[in-house]
C-alpha cells in the first residue's frame, strides 16, 4: 500500500546518489549479473511465469524469460555506447549535450509479458543512473519476486530496484502521484493511461505510456501465401492472442479471401490447447477469470454483430484439472462492419476477425479507423505497395512480410492512443 510506496521511494532516493556516481561500466556490469543471475535459474522462471500467467512453458522458456535477460544485457551495453553531440558553432563556441539521470522513477507494467517488460523498463532506468521503484501487475507477481531474490544475490546495492506488488488503486496510485518521482514509465491499457497522465497533468511528470492496440494484418493477393498464413496464425493467437503486437483485424484482399480463410481455419483448429505446464502445449490459459470473461463477452457481441464464428467460440473445458482454468478456444470471426464494436475495441484475446477487402484505399481506410495504432503487417511481394502502406498506415510499427521481428536499437510505441513516448532505441 502508500506506505510501502513511500519506504521504496525513501529508499531509493537514498541509493540515488552513489547508484548515478558509478560509471557506466560500472552500471552495465550489475545489469549483466541480473541477466546472469536470471538465466541461471530459467526452469524456475519459467515455471513460475506460465503458473502465473496461464502462458505455455515452451512460449516463456523461448520467448519471456531469455528476452528479460537479454533486456539487461542490451542496456548495459547501450549504455557503455551512449554519447551526446557536440557542435563547434560559427560564434567559435562549442555546444554540447549532456544527459544526466533524473532521480527516483518508477516502472509500472502489465500480467501480459510480466518479466519480459517489467526488465524492458527496469533496465534502461538503471542504466542511465536512475534509481528504481517498480510495479509489475498485481495478477503476475513472481517472476518480479524471483528478480528481487537476484538482485540480492548479486549484490545489487541496496534500495537502487525495489519491487513493490499491489493493486493499480493501492501502489499504482501513490506511486505515480508522488513529488519524489520524476519519470514514469507505463505499460498497460489505454484507459489506465488516461488515469495516469489525468493524475500527474500538473506535476510535469516525464512519461512514457506504452498502451493498447486493435492491430491490422493486411494480406495483398500478391503475398507468399504460405508466409503470409504461418505467420498470420502466430500474430493471432502467440500468447492467447494476449500481446500488444498480435493482429486482431485480419482483412485479405478478395481474390484470395475463400482460400486464405479456409486455410487458416484448418490451421488454426489443429493448435493444440491444454496445460500450459506441458510441453507441447501451444495454447494455454487467460490470465484470469475476469479477463476470461471479458473476452467471452466479446465473442457474444461480435454474434450479435452478426458475426459468423469460423472456429471456436466458447470457453474451452478440457477435462480433469483444466475445467477449472480460464481458457478461451482460439476464435476466427467473419461477416462484420469494420465499425462495430467487435473491431474497435480492443480484446487481446484469441479472438481475431477476417474480412475481405477490394483495393488500398479500402483496407486503409478500414485499417486507420481505430482508436489505436500499436502495429500493423502487411503482406505483399509487390515493393512500391509494401512502401505505399507502411507510409499510410497510422501506427508506430508497420512489419511487411514478417511479425513480430524488431531490433532492439528501433524505436518502439504507438501512435494514436497507443501511445506518447518511445522505449527502446
Ligand atoms: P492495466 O492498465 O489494467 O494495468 C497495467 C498496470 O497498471 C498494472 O500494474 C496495474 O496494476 C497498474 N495500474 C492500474 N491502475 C493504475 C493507476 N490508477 N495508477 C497506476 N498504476 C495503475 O493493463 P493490463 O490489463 O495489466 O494489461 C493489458 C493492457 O496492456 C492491454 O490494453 C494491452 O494492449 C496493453 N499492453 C500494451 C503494450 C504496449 O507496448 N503498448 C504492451 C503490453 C500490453
Known amino acids: 500500500n502508500e506506505v510501502d510506496v513511500e519506504l521504496a521511494i525513501e529508499a531509493a532516493q537514498n541509493a ?14 550489475y545489469l549483466r549479473e541480473l541477466s546472469r543471475g536470471i538465466m541461471q535459474k530459467l526452469d524456475l522462471f519459467v515455471q513460475a511465469e506460465s503458473i502465473d500467467n496461464g502462458k505455455p512453458v515452451s512460449v516463456a522458456r523461448a520467448v519471456d524469460i531469455p528476452r528479460s535477460a537479454r533486456n539487461f544485457d542490451f542496456f548495459a551495453d547501450a549504455i557503455t555506447q551512449f554519447h551526446g553531440e557536440t557542435f563547434r558553432s560559427h560564434y567559435n563556441t562549442i555546444n554540447y549535450t549532456d544527459y544526466s539521470p533524473l532521480g527516483v522513477v518508477a516502472c ?42 537476484v538482485a540480492e544475490e548479486i549484490g545489487l546495492p541496496k534500495g537502487v530496484l525495489n519491487i513493490v506488488h499491489g493493486t493499480g488503486l493501492r501502489v499504482g496510485t501513490p506511486l505515480v502521484k508522488h ?16 488515469v495516469i497522465a489525468e493524475a500527474t497533468s500538473r506535476q510535469f511528470k516525464k512519461m512514457s505510456l506504452e498502451m493498447g492496440g486493435k492491430n491490422p494484418n493486411i494480406i495483398f493477393a500478391d503475398c507468399d501465401f504460405d508466409k503470409a498464413l504461418e505467420n498470420t496464425l502466430r500474430s493471432s493467437f502467440a500468447n492467447q492472442g494476449q500481446i500488444c503486437l498480435c493482429g486482431s483485424r485480419i482483412f485479405v484482399e478478395a481474390s484470395l479471401y475463400d ?8 490451421k488454426t483448429k489443429k493448435l493444440k490447447q491444454g496445460d ?7 495454447q494455454g490459459a487467460l490470465v484470469s477469470a475476469g479477463h476470461m470473461d471479458k473476452v467471452l463477452s466479446y465473442i457474444q457481441l ?18 480433469g484439472e483444466l475445467t477449472k482454468g480460464y481458457f478461451v478456444e482460439t476464435t476466427l470471426i467473419e461477416g462484420l462492419a469494420f465499425d462495430c464494436r467487435t473491431n474497435q475495441e480492443e480484446i487481446f484475446g484469441p479472438v481475431v476477425t477476417l474480412q475481405p477487402v477490394d483495393t488500398e484505399d479500402e483496407v486503409l481506410r478500414y485499417a486507420n479507423s481505430v482508436r489505436y495504432g500499436l502495429s500493423a503487417s502487411v503482406w505483399t511481394e509487390n515493393l512500391s ?37 518511445r522505449e527502446g532505441g
Not at 536512475?130 to 498485481?138: G, H, I, R, Y
Not at 500450459?276 to 501451444?282: C, G, N, V, Y
Request: proline fraction near 5%; charge should be positive; charged fraction near 20%.
Open 302 to 319: 461480435a454474434q450479435a454483430e452478426g458475426g459468423k464464428i469460423l472456429t471456436g467460440g466458447r470457453r474451452f473445458e478440457g477435462s
Open 179 to 194: 513529488q519524489t518521482i520524476k519519470a514514469i514509465s507505463f505499460t498497460g491499457s489505454t484507459s489506465t493511461g488516461q
Open 259 to 266: 482460400k486464405f480463410k479456409t486455410a487458416l481455419v484448418e
Open 16 to 29: 540515488f546518489p552513489k547508484w548515478s556516481k558509478l560509471t557506466a561500466d560500472q552500471r552495465a556490469q
Open 385 to 421: 505497395r509494401a512502401h505505399r502502406m507502411a507510409a499510410e498506415i497510422e501506427s508506430g510499427f508497420v512489419w511487411i512480410n514478417t511479425w513480430m521481428l524488431r531490433d532492439l536499437r528501433t524505436l518502439f510505441g504507438g501512435y494514436k492512443d497507443s501511445g506518447i513516448g
Open 108 to 149: 509500472i507494467s502489465p500480467w501480459n509479458l510480466p518479466l519480459y517488460l517489467l526488465t524492458w523498463k527496469i533496465a534502461p532506468a538503471l542504466a542511465a543512473g536512475n534509481t528504481v521503484v517498480a510495479k509489475p501487475s498485481e495478477l503476475t507477481p513472481m517472476t518480479a519476486y524471483l528478480l528481487c531474490q
Open 276 to 282: 500450459p505446464l506441458l510441453a507441447e502445449t501451444e
